[in-house]
């Protein structure tokens, strides 16, 4: 479990490690979005409004990927917490075989 962040530029990583948080909020915002317009909680105008202000948190961030070359510091960065997140439900949702893997490095009495 890995998370890739440029270690030659800090600002690089930094800046990647921001967008790709920022993309992860943005993604929970528009399920949000959609699971109030679906359950009829929004009037039309809210829905536009809506809308607008999340079409443009999706150019400014990839203005801002553009301009920065940030577009793989980001991807890379994703695909390690998506990773760390596969992980975690593997081993809540598979207790047994973490159990197994804990057991195999001699873990298993040291984490409950």
Known sequence: MVVAIDEKS???GVL???IALVEIIRDALNLQAMKRMEGGRLTEEEMERLGQALMDLDTAIEEIKK???LAESVK???DGLD???DD???RMLNPERWGERKS???LRDAIP
């Open 76 to 78: 890379a960065v994703r």
């Open 16 to 18: 990647g490690l921001v």
């Open 67 to 69: 301009e920065q070359g």
């Open 83 to 85: 990773e760390i997140v």
């Open 88 to 90: 975690v439900l593997d």
């Open 10 to 12: 800090l600002k690089h």
């Open 104 to 106: 195999s490095r001699g």
